[in-house]
């Protein structure tokens, strides 16, 4: 994973933790082996390559990217997978936070570019 850009080690511990945070309700209290395992797995990928792009991204940039990014798309799983629903506001906040994402890859100079 060396050669990889920040960014893209960036998406894969987005993605990695999005998949450890979905599997958390199948584990019912850590009691199901795998997906208690998939929580484990996820969450370990996902802080290894969160580690890797803080040799490049500032850590705020990166935590910025990170939660916003992974806020949004847990909300989706949970949608998708659990039938959760997302009324008008949630779906408003969610929107002003990758706003938020997008103002600061775009027009910070504390986000390497």
């Given at each position: 994973?060396?050669?990889?850009?920040?960014?893209?080690?960036?998406?894969?511990?987005?993605?990695?933790?999005?998949?450890?945070?979905?599997?958390?309700?199948?584990?019912?209290?850590?009691?199901?082996?795998?997906?208690?395992?998939?929580?484990?797995?996820?969450?370990?990928?996902?802080?290894?390559?969160?580690?890797?792009?803080?040799?490049?991204?500032?850590?705020?940039?990166?935590?910025?990217?990170?939660?916003?990014?992974?806020?949004?798309?847990?909300?989706?799983?949970?949608?998708?997978?659990?039938?959760q629903r997302l009324d008008l506001p949630a779906m408003a906040g969610m929107a002003l936070i990758i706003a938020g994402v997008v103002?600061?890859?775009?027009?910070?100079?504390?986000?390497?570019?």
């Open positions: 994973m060396s050669g990889l850009s920040p960014y893209v080690l960036l998406g894969i511990a987005i993605v990695a933790e999005v998949i450890g945070t979905s599997a958390l309700k199948a584990t019912e209290g850590f009691t199901r082996p795998w997906p208690s395992l998939l929580v484990l797995l996820g969450y370990g990928v996902a802080f290894y390559c969160l580690s890797r792009t803080l040799e490049t991204i500032p850590v705020g940039i990166s935590y910025a990217i990170w939660s916003g990014v992974g806020i949004a798309l847990v909300s989706l799983v949970g949608v998708a997978l659990y039938g103002v600061i890859n775009l027009f910070s100079s504390a986000a390497p570019h």
